[in-house]
């Protein structure tokens, strides 16, 4: 699954010609490309799909979406580490046909 996340951004900074923020989803923070989004400042919400910034969202929206986000689980799955994602994936139990051919209907 891949979600676009509300974060509050917490900082900006230029690497190169890029904008970058660092953007907080409830207490995760990740580096998020901005340049989609210039008129976000520090203390602003913001949609965030893979890594990139792509609309201003306003606090209330923001906040209700994290908390339905949670409450359905998704987002501890969404915003995991590489590491953390690797090492979930290796814990369910794998299918001998990826493709599913050999699943039953």
Do not use: W
Not at 20 to 49: A, M, Q, S, W
Not at 52 to 72: G, N, V
């Amino acid at each position: 699954m891949c979600l676009a996340i509300p974060g509050r951004v917490d900082e900006i900074i230029t690497e190169g010609d890029l904008r970058v923020g660092k953007v907080n989803f409830g207490g995760v923070v990740k580096r998020v490309c901005l340049d989609y989004v210039p008129e976000v400042e520090v203390g602003d919400y913001t949609i965030v799909h893979v890594g990139f910034a792509i609309s201003k969202i306003d606090q209330e929206s923001a906040e209700q979406t994290l908390a339905d986000f949670r409450a359905m689980g998704v987002l501890d799955e969404e915003l995991a580490s590489e590491d953390e994602a690797f090492a979930r994936a290796a814990d369910k139990p794998q299918s001998p046909c990826p493709d599913g051919s050999c699943d039953p209907q």
